[in-house]
């Protein structure tokens, strides 16, 4: 591998999981790294302590001095592109790239490199990046899983390179991109922003429903930022897309009239729990799939080791980027029946009373609630609330009306959701999640359901998703 970053000057933005990981990746290949964050040293001081010692740290701002003067600026997914001293930059031509785009570049910049396959979506992306990677080991590929989920693409790189003999960091960087064969990786729009070269061999887009309105002035900025996943992508590559979600089927359409005309686009593949589509699709109760020559092989979604409707669909879509990886239909199969899902998405609790205590702290938009709410046949008691991401809290009311015995709300966002949700059904106001899981076990009847899916960011009354969730389950097995 050309020793490309080698003394080159690079400021990596925001000192979260991607910035830490992409700093200590091109510290160690060579690069004179400045780490920045807008926030005050003290507020970074724990992430700090996992930098390479080479890294030089600036706080409180983005000087712009800073930003023109590198040879490539590395932002991680929660920075704008436009603060000013990004766009200052840009304009006087220094490249400014995403973390994803940094790793992607690392792992294929030599003769081999391993296929990558990307998960995107409003909801679900971690389950189906999870399941799609365990039907890649089950088929013996030696696989990657990173991104969005949880691991940074530069963190596993680097992590993987350690482990590799030699000296030169180069050198295991080549070794381990000829070794991986598949990376399956979670990407957010944030991530998808800052994209160039980025190219999968075979991307999903799940759905596209309202969220992250405070970044996006508008739905279809965020529509625009998800679509870019298979910007790059071209013959030889596969998109796969939800026929039963308006924006993605939309954009499969015009992939399919662009091929029409002649165009070298990527192949286009539905999944559907509606109607029959060219991929999979739900036919009674089996999933049938016609994509690839065997009409034979179906999975039945009462064998998937993760129930609720919406997790048909992601069934779907993981096994049709599998059988396309080469994945077997055995590999695939056995896969969906054993993978039991992933903490804080529908995860079941405890049952008191005769009454199912559910965290779905991950519903964090108005869309993954909807999805939630339609895998239940039981009346549910639903707790949300929390900080408002602009959502419109309205389209709740369909799936509230006759569904909801009553909507708990806490946070910031609960009169908001309140509001929204007028007449459709019980409202009833706490100030913290004990209270809120008190009253829903007053409200409850032996056969009902107490759901968390909060619709709404955590950070005003918790750290994140998973303290909201471990609280909620630490709470309800103390009950």
């Known amino acids: 591998m050309r020793k490309k970053y080698l003394d080159k000057k ?3 933005v925001g000192m979260a999981r991607s910035g830490i990981g992409a700093a200590n990746l091109l510290a160690q290949m060579g690069a004179k790294v400045t780490l920045n964050d807008k926030k005050h040293s003290d507020e970074c001081s724990s992430a700090a302590a996992a930098l390479d010692s080479r890294i030089k740290l600036e706080f409180e701002g983005h000087p712009e001095e800073l930003f023109a003067s590198a040879d490539l600026i590395v932002v991680s997914p929660g920075v704008p592109l436009d603060i000013p001293a990004i766009k200052t930059a840009a304009n006087k031509g220094v490249e400014v790239i995403g973390e994803l785009e940094l790793g ?7 003769a081999s490199g391993p296929q990558f396959f990307a998960v995107t979506g ?3 992306k971690s389950t189906t990046t999870t399941l799609l990677y365990e039907m890649m080991r089950a088929s013996g590929f030696r696989t990657m899983i990173c991104g969005n989920i949880g691991n940074a693409i530069t963190e596993e790189i680097l992590t993987a390179a350690a482990s590799i003999e030699g000296e030169d960091i180069y050198e295991k960087i080549e070794k381990l991109s000829a070794t991986v064969q598949r990376v399956v990786v979670e990407v957010s729009s944030f991530q998808l922003e800052a994209i160039s070269s980025f190219r999968p061999k075979g991307s999903v887009i799940l759905n596209i429903t309202q969220d992250h309105m405070d970044r996006y002035h508008g739905m279809q900025l965020y529509k625009d930022a998800k ?3 298979f910007m790059n992508q071209s013959e030889g590559d596969l998109v796969v897309l939800n026929a039963d979600d308006r924006h993605t089927e ?6 399919m009239q662009k091929s029409a005309r002649g165009a070298r686009v990527a192949k286009v593949l539905f999944f559907s729990r509606k109607k029959e589509v060219k991929g999979a699709f739900l036919d009674g109760d089996i999933i049938r799939f016609n994509a690839y020559g065997d009409s034979s092989f179906v999975l039945k979604p009462e064998e998937l080791g993760i129930k609720g409707v919406h997790n048909i669909e992601n ?3 993981a096994s049709l980027l599998a059988l396309a990886a080469g994945c077997s239909t055995s590999a695939v199969e056995s896969a969906a029946r054993s993978f039991q899902g992933l903490e804080h998405r529908l995860e079941f609790v405890k049952e008191i009373d005769g009454v199912r205590y559910i965290n779905d702290s991950k519903g964090t938009n108005v869309g993954a609630v909807i999805k939630s709410l339609e895998g239940f046949s039981e009346k549910v008691i639903l707790i949300a609330g929390g900080r408002d991401k602009d959502s419109d809290f ?7 009306e006759g569904r909801v015995k009553a909507v708990i709300v806490i946070g910031e966002a609960a009169d908001k959701i309140s509001n929204a949700l007028k007449g459709s059904t019980e409202i009833v106001h706490v100030s913290s999640l004990a209270d809120a899981l008190s009253r829903a076990r007053g409200i409850a009847s032996k056969g009902e359901v107490v759901l968390l899916s909060p619709a709404c960011a955590s950070f005003d009354m918790f750290r994140d998703f998973e303290d909201r969730g471990r609280q909620f389950k630490e709470i309800v097995r103390s009950m």
Not at 104 to 110: A, F, P, T, V
Not at 250 to 255: I, N, Y
């Open 227 to 229: 679509l870019r996943v």
């Open 10 to 12: 690079i400021v990596v």
């Open 122 to 124: 409003s909801n679900g």
């Open 250 to 255: 939309d954009a499969g359409l015009m992939l």
């Open 315 to 317: 069934a779907m879509a």
């Open 394 to 400: 309205t389209e709740l009311r369909p799936y509230v």
């Open 104 to 110: 992607y570049e690392i792992l294929c910049s030599g």
